[in-house]
């Protein structure tokens, strides 16, 4: 007989909020998750609390475009993201989930002397790191995306592109759900449609959470709220320099497969992907304003449009199908602010921008690490909240998809 939807096993049960757990995780998004995950594979702990106040992976790990690649312009910003690139490569294997990673190469145009010299800058520093990346001159560009007007007929010809070939898109829901799904076979709680109204300190140190299924007492919370952060933060009395935009996207109708590379292009705003279905997904700039707000506006498919077909003339007659929005936490120099608080057992995984789905299952990784050993590992030793204090910035925004 075949399977009726009744028949499907549940992939992670529901529990009662309980009135005590070792860590209280806040974001049921990847990176929630994924730091649960690697508490209780790799640490052994296992009352792990994941609070959402909506669905797992219903913010930005469900909104994003599904890029990933490593090809930064810090040292310390190649070394973390390809640490979470080799993640994704073995990860089907660690969660046993088809996760559909397509490492199919990701291409980052340039459009002007500038450009050129940053992506020259970036592959040299990624080469140092042991991370593949070249720029390419536009013949090789061609012959990768034959669909792309290389002529210098354009009007933002390409000089240029960085090519980065372990870089590709995976499938950001089957992230979500392989760690949530292997998180709740360790015995982690994941709680949805719980929000968080409180946090608890005394004497400098987190003493529990109030939420809206129940308080709950507990001695380590970490946010991982993405957009939201800096409201959770203050619940806890930590201020942070973070900024919420939102970041929209879009996807066209399924067409045969012509695209099998990442392109991006910083000058004109756009990345596109194709996916294994065929649609085209899109995305841009972040708004130019700081808002909650996760609604489309004409606006962004218009510039979108004009943008595209300056690159790919070729596709005129396609239409768009969706557009949607999520919500980028954005700190000044454009790399994360993840590790401990001035508040004892108050952790944050947070300032991500437009590189957090990238980051996941590192940062799952080593917040795990910091959580049991109560000391930042090397790999975001850089990225902690004190750098805006001391002044060691890591600036990243010279390897932004597009410009912010
Ligand atoms: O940094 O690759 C990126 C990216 C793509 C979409 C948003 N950010």
Redesign the pocket.
Known sequence: KGFTQGDWAKVWRQHDVEPRYDVVIIGGGLHGLATAYYLAAYHGVRKIAVLDKGYLGGGGSGR??A?V?SNYLTPEGVRFYDRSLKLYENLAGELNFNVMFSQRG?LTLAHNDGGLRTMRWRAEVNKTQGVDSEVIDPDEIKKLVPSMDTSDRTRYPILGALYHPPGGIIRHDAVVWGYARAAAGLGVHLHQDTEVTGIDVHHGRVTGVRTTRGNISTATVVNCTAGWSTLISEMAGVEMPVTTSP?Q?AVTEPVKPFLDT?V?SGSLHV?VSQTDRGELVF?ASVDPFTSYSVRGSLEFVEGLASNVLKLMPGLSKMRLLRQWSGLCDMTPDYSPIIGPTPVGGFFVDVGW???G??AGPVAGEAMAECIVSDRSPEIIADFGLDRFRSGRLVGEKG????GH
């Open positions: 994003n475009t890029i690649r990701h970041l996207a990442v991006v990345y995305g921008g437009t590189y789905f990238k390897a932004a998809a597009v």
